[in-house]
Every structure is written in structure tokens, then in C-alpha cells.
């Protein structure tokens, strides 16, 4: 079964930064890692290697003006419990 959570939202810059700080703390290290989207906290269980990929998109549009996306996709196969406790040993 796939479950999807989607939170979206406007930020300044400073918010921004500390949302992705916040993210980045969290996948540091070993074990899961708790992300907080919308008022839900989803705990996910990342393996030593993940997958990262960063894509950048540049519009320019005379009737809608420019728009710049950045977009940060990070995948992988969830670490199992006895994969965590091994690399904690």
C-alpha cells in the first residue's frame, strides 16, 4: 500500500533553511529519522546510502513573469530493524 503526505506552505528564506536543517539532522546518523509533514510526524528508516537528486527549473514567461523550482528528491529501500542494530554495533 503507498501512502503519500504532502504539506505545502509559504516560508521566508530563514524558514526554509530551518525546515531543511531540521531534515537534514534528522537523516544524519544511524537509526530512523522522524520528518514532520503538515500536523503528522512520519518516522522513516533510512539505510546508510541513499539515493539524492537535486533538479533546478528556470521559466521565463511574459504574461506569468520568471519562476525558479527547486526540487530535492532523496529515495531508498527502507532499512529493516536487525540492518539498524547491526550498524549500531
Partial sequence: ??????????LT???AADRL????DE????????VRTGNKTVELRPPTT?????????RS????GGRET??????WKPANV???STAAE
Avoid at 500500500?1 to 504539506?7: G, N, R, V
Fill in 50 to 58: 541513499i539515493a539524492y537528486e537535486v533538479g533546478i527549473r528556470e
Fill in 82 to 84: 536487525s540492518e539498524e
Fill in 13 to 15: 528564506r530563514d524558514e
Fill in 70 to 75: 527547486v526540487t530535492i528528491k532523496m529515495d
Fill in 1 to 10: 500500500m503507498a501512502e503519500k503526505q504532502l504539506s505545502e506552505e509559504q
Fill in 21 to 24: 536543517r531540521a531534515l537534514a
Fill in 61 to 64: 514567461s511574459i504574461l506569468r
Fill in 27 to 34: 537523516l544524519e546518523g544511524d537509526g530512523s529519522a522522524q
